[in-house]
């Protein structure tokens, strides 16, 4: 119960302040006129005045409430370092215990994990938040218990009460990491680019770990480790080059010492594009013919390409007696094309080229060279190569992954994917042509084979090697694919494509088996017929496997922690084994089936949780300071728990403080006047009576 004096005046407070004001105007007057009854007029005055304002006596019925303290506790992944979370839940539990024992004291808890999205410990926002929840009138003070790594240091709370934090860690913690400071997000194949790196000590750093070069391993999409040392602290750059086409994983790292916090990050992941800077391919037509420019308007669509077309128009055996002089054509540079310059070119296309002396054998089997040292040949047979000036019977034919028989078959048939062809990329899921093609071969062919315009003649091919990813009549090989040392080779036994390009009966998937052949001749990394890859997307991993061999596959997942998992690919379609699954942790994960390896980084391959790790009292500082409060490690023991009062330091050796805030709600208010109306004028008239008499005294 709680009592206190409230007004309720009858006029306006500025009518009230004037009345007053004149009441001691005429009291001054009185007073220099020497009036004997002046101050008993004033008097008089004084007390209508007080009447008019209506004073009460207003008493409260109070419930005290309780003081709150939240307790923040930082459960990220940060603290899961060491004996981090040891120290966490002891240090819990005893603050519990201790508010416990406080009277009228409550305690709040909040658990922060890690942000969502890699966006770190956020342990200020869930102190603002658990603030806006509570009356600010009853919060006496704010605990957190962390390694002080937070990532929302933006936020400022506006504390009524002190903020104290309890550090995780130890004063003797130290450790080391590795940042990547510069990469570029393309690169251009066989083109040097380089990424800018350095080496950070954090913490207590040993005395034999200090200024010393530290090994570094640096490894492309798994494959071979290339390690040099480099110096802690200071910048460098790694130069780099680019083997392939699409997505490069660039994996950097460094050994875990001993004593050092983590090595979660030691390494570092990049994910570099590989671009061609010109895709550069030679075509050379043998001889015009109605499908000549299939192969040209190809290529000359693609931007990315470099075509140089030569068609040989005019053969040496040629003798019609035309002056040279008068030919509006040009000499066949052999020797540039096929000796000096032959390595520039990505793939090399013959369309039904003969043997007829252009080409002399040391070029053609400078052109055998050029495949087996990782160039790239098309063969598109015609007649020619039936006959004999075929290429098979110069130095290319030693690579050349089939023989001619001689034979030439002029009869009518619809080109089929073969078994082994609808498991391989450049083949897999050709869709149908532009309309039907009823009541031709093709019986017993896919659905969109069954609607395949048909071609005309074809050679036929004995002893094929490689890969015979399409057929002709009767099964023979049409299309047939081989690497051959570094370098890759292909026969097309059918100079009939074009027709499917003329929409012949129907038509066909003529531009897009070219344009696959054609990226499969170069390499292209989607089209690779034996292979491993996973694409990160959030917290999800999709693993895919390609391969030309049937039977169940899994795949082995390595965590970022060192877990493993084994996972089922089931076949999703032919020649592709495809499962999605979801992974709690960020960071590097290595993929292996014990034949094909991949590194993927999911998020980055340092978490943020993880790019510092020694227990600092800098990020928040703001906060803490001016609320009075401060910092215990909790190496040192879990402080006690004390109330201090408003505006004194809340912490001090083997202690902390909150404020108790006095909060209290009402529960009843009775308001009665000072004195009744009826006393106001009886002490009025009184007093202006009594100055009456007194004046009139002589």
Not at 46 to 65: G, H, M, N, V, Y
Not at 410 to 435: C, D, I, M, N, Y
Not at 637 to 656: D, F, K, L, S
């Amino acid at each position: 119960m709680s009592g206190q004096i409230v007004l309720d005046p009858l006029l306006p407070w500025p009518v009230l302040w004037g009345l007053a004001g004149l009441a001691l105007a005429a009291l001054a007057f009185g007073l220099w006129r020497g009036l004997r009854g002046a101050w008993l007029r004033a008097l008089a005055a004084a007390a209508l005045i007080a009447a008019i304002a209506q004073p009460s006596l207003q008493s409260e019925t109070r419930r005290a409430q309780s003081d709150i303290v939240l307790l923040v506790v930082d459960e990220t992944s940060s603290q899961s370092i060491g004996d981090r979370a040891a120290q966490t839940q002891e240090a819990v539990a005893r603050i519990e215990e201790r508010i416990a024992a406080l009277p009228g004291t409550e305690l709040r808890k909040i658990v922060v994990a890690d942000g969502a999205q890699d966006r770190g410990s956020l342990v200020l926002g869930a102190l603002d938040q658990a603030l806006a929840e509570e009356p600010r009138a009853r919060v006496a003070g704010a605990i957190l218990v962390t390694d002080g790594q937070i990532h929302d240091a933006e936020i400022r709370p506006a504390m009524p009460a002190p903020v104290n934090v309890l550090l995780t860690g130890r004063r003797s913690d130290w450790d080391r990491r590795i940042l990547l400071r510069n990469a570029p997000a393309f690169g251009i194949i066989g083109e040097p680019l380089s990424l800018t790196v350095e080496i950070e000590d954090q913490g207590a750093v040993p005395a034999d770990q200090a200024d010393r070069p530290v090994p570094v391993t640096i490894v492309v999409d798994g494959g071979q480790a290339h390690s040099f040392r480099a110096p802690v602290g200071v910048p460098f750059d790694i130069p780099l080059r680019l083997d392939h086409g699409g997505q490069n994983v660039v994996q950097l790292s460094i050994p875990a010492e001993a004593g050092e916090l983590t090595d979660r990050n030691n390494a570092a992941v990049v994910q570099i594009n590989g671009v061609r800077d010109r895709l550069r391919v030679l075509l050379v037509s043998g001889e015009p013919y109605a499908g000549e420019r299939t192969w040209r308007n190809l290529l000359k669509s693609d931007s990315a390409v470099d075509l140089v077309h030569f068609t040989i128009l005019r053969p040496p055996e040629k003798q019609d007696g035309v002056p040279v002089s008068e030919l509006s054509l040009i000499a066949f540079p052999t020797r540039e094309l096929f000796v000096e310059k032959i390595d520039e070119f990505d793939l090399i296309i013959f369309d039904r080229y003969r043997l007829r002396g252009i080409l002399p054998a040391p070029y053609l089997d400078n052109i055998r060279d050029y495949v087996t040292k990782g160039g790239a040949v098309l063969v598109a047979a015609g007649p020619e190569f039936a006959s004999a000036e075929s290429l098979f019977y110069s130095g290319l034919g030693d690579v050349l992954p089939g023989r001619p028989t001689s034979r030439l078959l002029e009869q009518g048939f619809v080109p089929r994917v073969s078994e082994l062809g609808r498991r391989h990329p450049v083949t897999a899921g050709l869709k149908a042509g532009s309309g039907p093609a009823a009541g031709r071969e093709g019986a017993g062919a896919a659905p969109a084979e069954a609607e395949w315009g048909r071609w005309l003649r074809m050679v036929e091919i004995a002893e094929p090697r490689g890969q015979v990813v399409m057929e002709g009549p009767e099964g023979r090989p049409l299309l047939i694919l081989d690497r051959v040392g570094e370098g890759r080779i292909a026969l097309l036994a059918s100079d009939e494509a074009w027709l499917w390009g003329r929409g012949f009966e129907g038509g066909g998937p003529q531009l897009e088996l070219l344009r696959r052949l054609a990226h499969w001749m170069m390499k292209e990394p989607e089209l690779e017929e034996e292979a491993l890859t996973a694409e990160a997307r959030g917290q999800t991993l999709t693993v895919t496997r390609r391969s030309l061999t049937e039977g169940a596959r899994e795949v082995t997942i390595t965590a970022p922690d060192g877990s493993e998992q084994v996972v089922q690919l089931p076949e999703v379609a032919p020649g592709r084994f495809s499962a999605t699954v979801t992974e709690p942790l960020m960071g590097l994960y290595r993929l292996s089936d014990g034949e094909l390896d991949r590194v993927v980084a999911l998020g980055p391959a340092a978490p943020r949780e993880f790019e510092e790790t020694i227990a600092t009292e800098a990020k928040l500082a703001p906060v803490v300071t001016p609320s009075r409060g401060g910092f215990a490690r909790l190496e040192d023991g879990v402080p006690a728990v004390r109330q201090v009062r408003e505006g004194r330091p809340a912490i001090g050796r083997g202690w902390i403080g909150i404020t108790p805030r006095n909060a209290y709600q009402t529960l009843d208010i009775r308001i009665a006047p000072l004195l009744p109306a009826w006393a106001f004028l009886l002490l009025v008239a009184g007093l202006a009576v009594a100055a009456w008499i007194h004046e009139g005294r002589r």
